[in-house]
């Protein structure tokens, strides 16, 4: 082909991949790209913070499953968007995140931007990091960085362009493909004797379950897994970044794994035979000694062998792909018969409804006119409507949500990861947005987490995104007060608390409709005002700080306040295994 800017050729390589949308925040670095992408087909969303662009391409990647692209500048455009980048590696997110540089004939000069070495910086917490030397090479980067963020083991790809490589014209004997053509290379599947070894223990257990994880989202097999559970009547238990991959009222949905770990408590019965499909043991499933019973067998298919084992004893460790071992799974099902287990179906199904009678004896409202946020955030649930995409930020308030929520397929709840990154929100429910337009995404996120980037409120409105934020505004960074709380007394609060600001006001300066909720009569008309909005809402929902979520125990350290239980022996460690004295 012709002469052509190294921007020119990034865009029509992106094309290739069938890139649609890129998240970017504007940089001169990066001109000579951006005003090559509505020619190539892709439309780009411009936010008002780079870690608010990174967060919205992996909330892109997490409710499609695709590749997310993210393109910012140098420098402080690169150390801005680091946290999306780590957020992305830990959670095994595929983005390619584009960075700009300057010129490398000037790297030995204190130039504008440079001094910092970006690919050094990034190597630790990318699948692969990469630096451009000349245009040319652009699209043949661009090829195995798709192929790296979607391999067996998928995370965030860093490509850094410098600007001389960007600018200069250059030829390029690549041939390219059209649009959407090339292909990623096929995932593992699973063999029918490992198959058969799976089924088999499940078979023979009293009380088996099925615990999906990223992994099964990532790779899109929803719709498997449900022929799975009903040819077996094996129920699913879904980890926390698989909720909503079963139909809501289906009966072999035990909604979440957290209900396994209730049913154990309430009815004295635990799961004796586990399948982990894509969920690795740690963090969601309470450390490994949490949600899986020591005693139960266990076999694990991920895609990264270094996950099977990982804190425990696994029967049956494969490495596969998450989709192609259910169709192995089910081929192999379908040739052996299955006893009625329904009845332990239902017990997981009734734990997970347990929430509500442990508030049952509380009032919706406090003296002071505060709502309570398990009956608060349930109305506020109820209301949504059935094709909403729900986004959690992370803190508290997504402890609250994760309760009532009844999402439908893959992607459609997404919540804080392993990183435990604050202000992810707005940057998900805005990848979300652009993946799926005709369907409503809510955001819920904590007064502290709304704060991180509450600019990009201007954002959602520019660019006319069908998001609607509720804010649960406890006026305090609830987790990290009500932590306090529990090991020091209210006396030692330290840099905990925060005012009762006017989100919905603040809303409306970015051109939003803002709405603030102190009853709950006041919440399913909020909710239904939305519905046929032509503009963003905030909702900005006043909370009752004083009543903490058990859950909160359990991170802290502490078991939840029993009649006639003694204090938790040895030192408390928040967040943590507790330590021995």
Known sequence: MDKVTGGHLLAKSLQQWGVTEVFSLHGGHLDTFLIQCKGNGIRLTDTRHEASAGHAAEGYARVTGKVGVCVVTAGPGFTNVYSAIANA?????PVIFIVGAPAASDTHLNVLQGGLDQIACAIPVTRWAYRVSSGGQIPEVIDHAMRVAKSAIP???LIEVPIDVMFVPTGCKYEFSAPGAMAFPRAAGLSEADARDILTMLRSAERPVIIPGGGAVQSRCGELLLQLAEITGIPVAAGMKAIGIMPPDHSLNAMSAISMAVAASVYDTESDGVLLLGQRVGLFTGGADGIIPRSAQVAQIDSDSSELGRGRKVEIPVVADCYKALETLIAVARSMTWRDISEWAATLRKGAQLSAIQWQDTMPESVEGRLHPYYATKALIDALPNNAIIVCDGGESSIWVRDHVRTKGEGSFLIVGYLGTLGVGQGYAMG????????PVYLFAGDGGVGFHIQEFDTMVR????????VLNNACWGMSQNGQDLMYGKQSRSIVELADTSYDVVAEGFGCKGIRIERMDEIAAAINETKSAALPYCINVRID????????????????????????GGVVIPYYDNIDN
């Open 432 to 439: 979300a947005a652009r993946a799926y337009p005709d369907r």
């Open 545 to 568: 700080e004083s009543v903490i979520n058990p859950y909160t125990y359990v991170m802290i350290g502490l078991a939840a306040p029993q009649e006639g239980e003694s204090e938790v």
């Open 463 to 470: 660019h006319s995104l069908n998001i609607h934020t509720v």
């Open 155 to 157: 995370g965030p790809v």
């Open 89 to 93: 590696y830990l959670d095994r997110i």
